[in-house]
């Protein structure tokens, strides 16, 4: 099982950019599908971004708009989730998940970090 730890959030003003990050340990790491969540308060989680394994299949929602980037250097063990042009509704929770498989879906993650905080004010 890979463990997830998320970094990078904090405050910012809106048009402002973020860069989050999602270092795993495990032996198997390289192996996994990995995807970056969040949940706004009082809302379901929803799917940002995710990478394949080998990095150059990339799936975002459809409200990053071209806004964030997600990117994994292997040989780190970490993902990354570069935002930039943040609007206040980018305000959320924002969790690093990682699959087996090549899937945006939340119920196929089999694991979770705790999650990094990112507000942006107007």
């Known amino acids: 099982q890979v463990q997830l730890v998320e970094s990078g959030g904090g405050s910012v003003q809106a048009g402002g950019s973020l860069r989050l990050a999602c270092e795993a340990s495990g032996r198997t790491y390289s192996n996994y599908f990995m995807a970056w969540f969040r949940q706004a308060p009082g809302k379901e989680r929803e799917f940002v971004a995710a990478i394949s394994v080998d990095g150059f299949r990339l799936y975002y929602a459809n409200f990053v708009e071209g806004r964030f980037t997600i990117s994994r250097l292997n040989m780190k063990n970490t993902i990354y989730l570069q935002m930039n042009s943040l609007k206040p509704e980018d305000t959320s929770v924002y969790y690093c998940?990682?699959?087996?498989?090549?899937?945006?879906?939340?119920?196929?993650?089999?694991?979770w970090g705790k999650g990094t905080l990112v507000t942006v004010s107007a």
């Open positions: 998940a990682a699959s087996y498989e090549d899937t945006t879906k939340e119920s196929d993650m089999t694991a």
